[in-house]
């Protein structure tokens, strides 16, 4: 269910008793949404930039106003807000991490775009968007330089900040996904913050 309209970025979905996440937004599409009720629906649709909300709206209308479900929020960086998404309830802002649960950190990471933000779930799945894929080819962890839209030398800044945390996957939007233990994914990110340097 992977939306043109998102470049075919990936979407995830979180499922928590206190309410499921879904992360980016995919197509619209009526088997999707089936399942998605069948999994007891969603409570906040968090984007992690402005490149991959797709149908952000479409889903809104059904869980929110469809569904009668008041409680249903989006969540974006105010510096990535668009035209398109100007609607978007949670509109985050500055350069802190946000918590937006206990086990539901937002971490801001412009580089890609000047909004960008990650989420870091239970401190081991690390949802990043754009920011941070793994390589085939480089064997190790890395950002998009051809596809970096705000600033190369801000999304080095942003990959140090997030080396300081911990997590055990990787989960991107475009590129491949990457799992390890703590220790291996802290030396992966030091690849990749060496690889930025030298780009």
Not at 23 to 32: K, N
Not at 72 to 89: N, S, W
Request: charged content about 25%; proline content about 4%; overall charge negative.
């Amino acid at each position: 269910y992977h939306a043109e309209s998102s470049f075919g970025a990936a979407s995830y979905l979180i499922q928590r008793p206190e309410g499921n996440i879904l992360v980016d937004s995919p197509r619209f599409a009526p088997p999707l949404v089936k399942r998605l009720e069948d999994m007891g629906g969603v409570r906040y649709l968090y984007l992690t930039h402005r490149d991959d909300v797709a149908d952000h709206e479409k889903f809104h209308q059904h869980f929110h106003c469809d569904c009668g479900n008041r409680s249903f929020d989006r969540l974006l960086h105010q510096d990535d807000i668009t035209a398109k998404t100007q609607q978007v309830e949670i509109q985050l802002q500055g350069t802190e991490p946000y918590q937006l649960a206990e086990d539901l950190l937002i971490i801001p990471v412009p580089g890609h775009t000047k909004g960008h933000t990650v989420l870091l779930y239970r401190n081991k799945f690390l949802f990043s968007g754009d920011h941070l894929a793994y390589s085939e080819r480089l064997q190790h962890l890395y950002a998009f330089r051809d596809a970096c839209w705000y600033s190369w030398a801000e999304l080095g800044k942003s990959m140090e900040k997030l080396a300081a945390y911990d997590f055990e996957w990787v989960l991107p939007g475009h590129g491949q996904r990457f799992h390890s233990d703590h220790s291996t994914m802290q030396q992966q990110m030091q690849k990749c913050l060496e690889y930025i340097h030298q780009s």
